[in-house]
C-alpha cells in the first residue's frame, strides 16, 4: 500500500523528470505516461524494502546478536530493493522518455539488455539510495524515540 501511495504522487514527477533528462517536450497531457509502471516498481520496491529490513533484523540482529545502526540497516536494504527492482526502474524511464511508444515490457527489457543500458546510472542510484534511505531511517528513529519519551 505504502508504494502505490507513492507512486500515485510519484508517477507524473518521474514523467517530467525524465523528459527533462533526455531533454524531450513534454505536455500535460504525458504527466500519467508509465504511470502504470511506476506504480508496479514502487509497490514491490516499498515491498522489497520491508521484506529486506524484516530478513536482516531476523538473520543478522536476533540471529548474531548484533546490533547494526538505522543508517547502515536502511541503506542496505534499500540497495538490495533497488537491485530487485532496477530493470523496471530501466523500463519506467524508457517508458516515459517518450521515444520508445508501443513497445512491450519484454521489448523494452531486450533491448536495455542487448544495448548495455540495463545498468547504466546504477552505481549513482545505489549511492543516492544508501545515502537518503540511511538518513531518513536515522531521523525516523531519532523521532520515534523522542515521542516515546514524552509519551512514558
Not at 516498481?41 to 515491498?47: E, G, I, P, T
Not at 521515444?99 to 549511492?127: C, E, I, Q, T
Request: hydrophobic fraction near 45%; aromatic fraction near 14%.
Amino acid at each position: 500500500a505504502g508504494g502505490i501511495g507513492r507512486g500515485l504522487v510519484e508517477g507524473p514527477f518521474e514523467m517530467v523528470k525524465v523528459r527533462r533528462q533526455v531533454v524531450s517536450r513534454w505536455h500535460f497531457r504525458d504527466a500519467f505516461q508509465g504511470f502504470g509502471v511506476t506504480l508496479f516498481r514502487n509497490s514491490f520496491l516499498f515491498a522489497g524494502f520491508v521484506i529486506y529490513l524484516d530478513i536482516f533484523k531476523q538473520q543478522i540482529e536476533m540471529k548474531h546478536d548484533m546490533t547494526v545502526t538505522p543508517f547502515i540497516k536502511a541503506g542496505i536494504c534499500a540497495n538490495l530493493a533497488w537491485l530487485t527492482i532496477w530493470p523496471l526502474d530501466v523500463v519506467k524511464t524508457r517508458r516515459q522518455s517518450g521515444k520508445y511508444d508501443g513497445k512491450s515490457l519484454a521489448w523494452l527489457l531486450g533491448d536495455a539488455f542487448r544495448s548495455g543500458h540495463m545498468y547504466r546510472g546504477l552505481s549513482v542510484g545505489m549511492l543516492r539510495s544508501f545515502i537518503a534511505n540511511g538518513a531518513s531511517m536515522e531521523v525516523y528513529t531519532i523521532v520515534e524515540r523522542e515521542l516515546r519519551k514524552q509519551s512514558q
